[in-house]
């Protein structure tokens, strides 16, 4: 049975060519960027300076300095938040949406003492805007932690008015971009975003690996790892600028070079993509709300996630239903987002998380939909 | 020019095939493994987990959920070296002949007060044996620090004796196995090694961004990083166990089957593999030692590194000459770990670091020696 895979909130399934292609020329020169002086190694550097340029571009002409190539957006996410708060102390905010990628650090220096640590919940319900983050402002709220799109529910958050409401308060903000890239516009000079982590597999379609946070503040993160950085190697000690002080060892070369490939390739896309993930999520949705069973958690059609919910189901057999009846990947359970979870109420049975992408044809929805429909008519079988 | 790449040290440039074909048959079924619970996660899932299983049998049986998989060979280090040092305080012992990787966290923990530092030099001026950890024991020594082979001179440190020291001293050992890898067996039980670090792209010959941080102790280090882990989702706490506890956020999977390959790959060559680099450094070392001009740094054939300066010249000199007139591709300047080129007494000179492979040919190092021999005799040109 052909696989319709509707997983791509957790990683993208479809890699471009060029990416690929990248990645394998890449390894054809294999050598140490920034190690060695020879042809090889110096061509290599000056490539992944040119990524850090194309990034700092992509999101509002940073500096290129300021780029720093992480494993993954939680180690990204990690560099800012220990090293700002080696530095600062005093409240936190964050928001019920978050991942644990930032939920767990933040609490774990909320458990050491080092912050307090303030969770914020919507008035609207559905996203967080710049009145809930303003009312729940303390004197010493120093670093507000906002994700631009959530992972469970697929809703965008007002990152741009909240970055004017911290650049007013004089309080650094910091954008988990995880599910933002490849769907939305983010310009974090004019949406006053201090700083911001993403991964390359998810929107930029790289192979798992490759991530960066990107930093917009005089307030640099104080380094969690140290160790040799190409630079500085007299030194005991690691050095004190960006990139290198927040990138020790080996940097992932090849995927640098995928990276380059996938933002290149979703620059020239853009438009195209969004109007195709706007129109098949709003389709699916369409379809979804026709069925009584369902509790829909959505409300944007923006990154293509669709979350729901069906009567007297858990969300982890719809899932493996689907999987064994039709080879629909989705994915149930809960999504490292406890405390969404636990907003909507659903910490027990989870939800169905639909991530469709530009790939994904109405065909797949529809059988999808049928799927559904099925399973809520032979209720009695399972 | 061919190119003539002798910079393996730094990073291996061959790549066997099965393992570029591992990486694009992993692109090829793009998932997520551990957070859904469609196929496709679970096949990856799987094949994480058979990979865990490998590197345990590769380091001598230890258990497979204490491999730790990290983007480089230095975030294992620090993993180790800061989650150790979280619970244990007292003196911790190292040697001149460390890189940064190991140098730098020390430093940092020995500025912070955390730790007292014993830095060791060897008795014979060329490894470090038994006998001189013994005699630097402190009452308070908790753990020692050392690199299987030197990343500048090639040499072998007594890591097996060493580790029979602190097994019986009831210390803790770590050993920085980055140039180890693919040139010497390693069996962590056997050996007393509580901790091993090392990374896929020298030895193993995968592409950069995999490496992993090996287990065989009791005592598991406290994450220095939180965030998603696919496991216990509804926690906003960081898992208590490994592999999850010390690994956040979205894995590298394609670069780990990768890694499976060229494991898969050194183990079936091994011998064959350590045979040619013994000839070849052997040839190597036989002919630089005819050219009076020469200092060499290296005793040891194990690894293929050969390291020397020639009279009159920088290093980074000889390498750029190299690089511009021949298009070999060696290693000039410091070598990120400052210790050793201080005991040596080449902070200013640094010292070219020649690092062979099975690949590399004689016709090779014949080219590089009267390569070596011309820039003796025209010295006065240069």
């Known amino acids: 049975m052909r696989l319709i895979y509707l997983d791509n909130a957790a990683t993208s399934h479809y890699k471009p060519f060029n990416v690929k292609y990248a990645f394998y ?14 042809k090889l190694s110096l061509q290599n550097s000056l490539f992944v300076w040119k990524t850090r340029e194309k990034i700092a571009k992509h999101f509002g002409d940073i500096k290129p300095e300021n780029v720093i190539f992480t494993k993954n957006c939680t180690e990204a996410l990690n560099i800012a938040l220990q090293g700002i708060i080696k530095k600062k102390s005093g409240n936190v905010i964050a928001s019920t949406f978050e991942h644990n990628s930032i939920l767990r650090p933040l609490h774990e220096l909320e458990k050491q003492g080092a912050i307090t ?51 007013k308060q ?70 004190s600028l960006p990139p290198e002080s927040l990138e020790s060892g080996t940097l992932a070369t090849p995927l640098i070079y995928s990276l380059f490939a996938g933002i290149t390739y979703i620059e020239k896309h853009f438009d195209k993509h969004k109007k195709k993930v706007k129109e098949k999520t709003e389709y699916l949705i369409s379809l979804l709300k026709q069925i009584k069973e369902i509790t829909l958690y959505t409300h944007s059609t923006i990154s293509g996630v669709v979350s729901f919910n069906v009567k007297d189901f858990d969300s982890v057999q719809v899932s493996d239903y689907l999987n064994n009846s039709y080879n629909i990947a989705v994915r149930g359970g809960l999504h490292c987002a406890p405390l969404t979870h636990k907003y909507f109420g659903t910490l027990n049975s989870g939800m169905v998380r639909v991530s469709l992408s530009f790939k994904t044809s109405k065909k797949d929805l529809d059988i999808l939909v049928k799927a559904i429909k099925e399973l809520v008519k032979n209720k009695h079988r399972f």
């Open 25 to 38: 020329k890449a390894l054809k020169k294999s050598s140490n960027p920034g190690r060695s002086g020879h």
């Open 117 to 167: 640590l303030t969770i914020i919940t919507p008035e609207n319900k559905k996203f967080i805007t710049k009145k809930d983050v303003e009312k729940s402002l303390k004197k010493d709220t120093f670093l507000v932690c906002i994700s631009s799109i959530s992972n469970v529910t697929g809703n965008k958050n007002d990152i741009e008015e909240i970055g004017e409401l911290c650049f």
């Open 170 to 239: 004089k309080i650094l903000f910091l954008v988990d971009n995880a599910q933002g890239v490849g769907h939305i516009k983010i310009n974090m000079k004019t949406s006053h975003i201090n700083f911001l982590a993403f991964s390359g597999h998810k929107g930029f379609l790289t192979p798992q690996g490759i991530g960066a946070l990107c930093i917009n503040s005089s307030l640099l993160p104080v380094p969690i790892m140290y160790g040799g950085t190409g630079t500085e190697s007299e030194s005991l000690f690691q050095p």
